[in-house]
């Protein structure tokens, strides 16, 4: 018997934090970027944004891509994400885990001007651990086998292996404008590239290794443009310039440039709480149309301290209820 009371206990307190999920949810306009881009808006506080997904293309891996948003005080909020870094040896780009602080200096309706623009700095750096431990912000890149093979510019040059660690950071400046139903976005970035160790293997089994770390500073911009058609779906477009990684078959080392990317499709709200992210990517070093990626994310946001609040005071109005029962009783 207690053991069943216990159980019901656990169903009803579900119960009651899906219902303040329901409840609240309304309030929230999506996650606080565009496809990849950070927008000047910001997670209200404590609310939390869960997504993930992955990208398709005829050189894509379908890998996963993820991301935890934690809205703090209203005017920031923290990121821990996976990036895509983009290179010439992996087919297109490589998933990096990063970690983001965004903070708002024009907050929302400053002065309780609705039309004034919003302003907010963001910075993105990758993490330090992956599976083989930790290892201070860097993450290996390494391409071999049958990609390696097909690309005739590594083929003819006897390469069949090629690796290097790498690790970046990045300072948006952002600024958002929103006119009805219409968001403009657009801000400067200043990244830190850091590549070391590169280390490339020949078909006769010679190695040739680069152990000296090379630094570029990259300044960069992007633009990106919302339009809510209906309230269930808004409309996203972005452009923006990236870091790329050329590696070079003749000297066997990485250059760091920077290339063109594109994204265009749409945010659909499923519920309140639930949407789905899906557009097309496009960045400058494809060769032709065949090499566009599908992007599908799925969005769930949560209103954390709203929610608690609301079983709180579900938990209190139930309680007071029983004991008003037994008291007639």
């Known amino acids: 018997m207690i053991k069943n009371s216990k159980r019901w206990r656990w169903v009803i307190l579900g119960c009651l934090c899906f219902y303040g999920l329901a409840a609240y949810a309304q309030e929230l306009s999506g996650p606080s970027r565009l496809f990849i881009s950070p927008t000047a808006k910001v997670l209200r506080a404590m609310d939390v944004d869960l997504t993930a ?3 398709f293309g005829v050189n894509m891996d379908g890998s996963f891509l993820h991301n935890i948003g934690i809205g703090l005080g209203n005017v920031a909020e923290v990121q821990i994400t996976t990036s895509r870094l983009a290179n010439n040896i992996t087919a297109g780009s490589t998933s990096i885990p990063t970690s983001g602080f965004k903070m708002q200096l024009l907050p929302e309706e400053l002065f309780g001007w609705e039309w004034f623009p919003i302003a907010a700095v963001f910075l993105q750096t990758t993490g330090g651990f992956n599976t083989n431990g930790w290892k201070g912000g860097w993450n290996g890149i390494v391409a071999a086998g049958d990609y390696l ?15 290097y660690d790498t690790r970046f950071t990045t300072l948006y400046g952002v600024v958002s404008e929103y ?9 400067v970035s200043l990244t830190d590239v850091r590549v070391k160790g590169v280390n490339t293997q ?12 090379r630094q570029q500073n990259l300044i960069g911009g992007f633009a990106g443009l919302t339009i809510d058609a209906n309230p269930t ?49 496009y960045q400058s070093s494809f060769k032709g149309i065949a090499d ?38």
Do not use: C
């Open 202 to 213: 020949f078909y006769d089994w010679s190695t040739k290794e680069e152990p000296t770390e």
């Open 292 to 329: 566009l990626e599908i992007r599908l994310s799925f969005n769930i946001f949560v209103p954390t301290k709203k929610v608690v609040q609301h079983v709180i005071q579900e938990v209190k109005r139930t309680r007071r209820e029983r004991l008003s029962e037994n008291k007639q009783n």
């Open 179 to 187: 006119l009805g139903p219409v968001g403009f976005h657009g801000g």
């Open 53 to 55: 997904g992955s990208a």
């Open 149 to 163: 093979r097909a690309n005739d510019e590594f083929a003819k040059n006897g390469i069949i292996h090629i690796g």
């Open 233 to 281: 779906t808004r409309y996203m477009f972005e452009v923006t310039l990236v870091p790329h990684l050329q590696y070079n078959v003749e000297d066997t080392l990485v250059d760091v440039k920077q290339i063109y990317l594109g994204l265009g499709g749409i945010r659909y709200f499923i519920t309140d709480w639930l949407s789905t992210d899906t557009g097309i990517r």
